[in-house]
């Protein structure tokens, strides 16, 4: 085994609140679900897997989670009603950034494909035949 470094050293293993915290914390950031031993190697292993299955668990009786059961396995997610909204001006600007964007992706989209294009066209013919031949 390596020795450890300053810029590998393990995190230690949280217990109590902190993991509670730091489990709950990193669902509702994701905001996506997830399987107790995701969470946990997501979180490199800084909560056992068991017991964030049991945080989630209890999180969910509480009402802080969403559980859901596919088969044997348990998904969580965080419970969307508890989540903030996001302003109608807030909206407006990432639907008008969107736009921005959308349209520049477009232009350059179509730049890309003429450069590439050109290229292709001032290729002699024959190079492309011997090309293929050589492959």
Known sequence: ????????????SL???????RVIGYLKEMNRPFG?????????????KPAVQKILV?????GEV????????LLFVANQSNLEDMAPDRVQE????????????KALSAKS??????QYNRLPS????????QT
Not at 113 to 118: A, E, N, P
Request: hydrophobic residues 30%.
């Open 36 to 48: 107790a031993a995701d969470i946990s190697a997501n979180i490199k292993g800084v909560v056992s």
């Open 126 to 133: 024959g190079l492309l035949s011997t090309r293929i031949c």
């Open 58 to 62: 209890a999180a969910a009786e509480r």
């Open 113 to 118: 494909k003429s450069l590439t294009q050109g």
């Open 1 to 12: 085994m390596p020795p450890t470094t300053a810029t590998n050293k393990p995190e230690k």
């Open 15 to 21: 217990k109590g609140k902190e993991a509670e915290d």
């Open 66 to 73: 969403t559980q859901k059961a596919y088969g044997k396995v």
């Open 94 to 105: 990432l639907t008008n950034e969107v736009d921005v964007l959308t349209e520049s992706n």
